[in-house]
């Protein structure tokens, strides 16, 4: 019965594993259709490429930082319980690879590639693992502190913060150090519009995130015993919260309609576990809101280029989910209890605060040595042509 229990639960997060591999096919094709023709390529590279060099950096440093261990053993010794420890290892590498994946949409059309694959490889070793250890490993005694303070730990069950909230926090300072794309604000005052580039591929990136979201949150159980359908419904509701949402404030706008799920989404992650289903509607309809609110003030207003709007996206709508734990999980609003708003705003602090002193340290650090923006004539010719030598649909046959 050990044997089979051991099997099953290996299983069980393998196959969430395989789920939020394919989220990242996902945020390859939400990209895609919303960047310009001319960086499509780019975009379909950066997270496949990103993602690689975030399981070797993970597997060798980041998991230990996070975890206090290390696969530096006999295969032998890795087989134990069915490997189990070895795909906890891959389900929360797909955690891991979603930072740069997520940073990647911010900074696309205008980014070196080089320059963002060591980013990659300093935040999947080192930023992320040290918060991840904090909040989901106990590291430093700060959850403990956390509930001497509050009488309850700091509550992210899939990653609102963890992982949205830190990826957009740390997108930000790397868009800001950046700066806008070419004549995309013009000296008098105006804007250039730049509309995705396709539809469809936006619209299936989207949804191949919304499917993949239900291995990134039920199997956050780990265990096969630990399973909860209330997190699946919690998903869905807060999904199409989103959406209906974003289809309401952003005017039947296609971009909106399929970033509003991903808000929502996005916000339920942390108490998708304690939130009454009616709840995650209500939390996930405010993230679709907020999203289309506040990727316009900043495109429009404010003039900060955040290309797939990753900061409203992730960071915000992250950020709010680490609250909303503290309000829609309490008893008094139907959740199951056992939260507290006060430590969901501490650890959601430390989690930003973490993530814009990280990002802006080792973005600032590449743009004083190396540089981290292509040229005006890189970007103008694309980054498809100026940095991988081919385009997505090239122009002619061959002749021969």
């Not at 106990?138 to 963890?162: M, R």
């Not at 404010?302 to 290309?307: L, M, Q, S």
Request: aromatic content about 12%.
């Amino acid at each position: 019965m050990d044997a089979l229990t051991q099997g099953a639960n290996a299983l069980f997060i393998l196959l969430g594993a395989i789920m939020v591999l394919a989220m990242h096919a996902g945020f390859a094709f939400l990209e895609l259709g919303t960047v310009r023709k001319k960086n499509q390529v780019n975009a379909l590279i950066k997270i496949l490429v990103d993602f690689s060099v975030s399981t070797v950096v993970y597997f060798l440093v980041g998991y230990g930082v996070a975890y206090g261990t290390h696969f530096f053993v006999s295969a032998e010794t890795l087989s134990a319980k069915s490997g189990f420890e070895l795909v906890r290892f891959f389900f929360l590498l797909t955690f891991a690879a979603a930072i740069p994946a997520i940073i990647s949409g911010g900074i696309a059309e205008r980014a070196k590639f080089w320059p963002q694959l060591v980013a990659t490889a300093v935040i999947v070793g080192f930023v992320y693992p040290l918060y991840e250890g904090i909040a989901w490993n106990k590291a430093f005694g700060i959850q403990d502190w956390i509930a001497s303070v509050t009488g309850s730990e700091f509550h992210d069950f899939a990653g609102s913060v963890v992982v949205h909230a830190v990826g957009g926090w740390l997108a930000f300072p790397a868009v800001l150090l950046l700066g806008a794309r070419r004549n995309r604000y013009r000296g008098d005052g105006s804007l250039s519009a730049h509309p995705p580039s396709n539809i469809p591929f936006l619209a299936l990136g989207a949804w191949v995130l919304c499917v993949g979201w239900f291995g990134f949150n039920v199997m956050s159980a780990q265990t096969i015993d630990k399973i909860s359908g209330l997190v699946a419904v919690n998903s869905l509701m807060a999904m199409v919260g989103g959406t209906l949402a974003a289809l309401a404030l952003g005017k039947n706008d296609p971009g909106f309609v399929y970033n509003g799920p991903l808000a929502g989404l996005v916000a339920v992650c942390a108490g998708s576990d304690v939130m009454h289903p009616l709840g995650a509607l209500a939390v996930g309809g405010i993230a679709g809101a907020m999203f289309v609110v506040m990727f316009t003030l900043t495109q429009n207003k404010w003039k900060i280029d955040d290309v797939l709007g990753v900061w409203p996206l992730h960071g915000l709508c992250g950020t709010w989910g680490g609250l909303a734990v503290g309000i829609f999980g309490s008893k008094a609003l139907g959740g199951i209890g056992g939260v507290s708003l006060i430590a969901q705003l501490i650890g959601v602090v430390i989690g930003v605060v973490w993530a814009l002193v990280a990002g802006a340290v080792v973005y600032g650090t590449l743009k004083s040595t190396v540089g981290i923006r292509l040229t005006q004539e890189e970007e103008y010719d694309g980054a498809d042509i100026s940095i991988h030598r081919i385009s997505a649909t090239p122009d002619r046959e061959v002749t021969w």
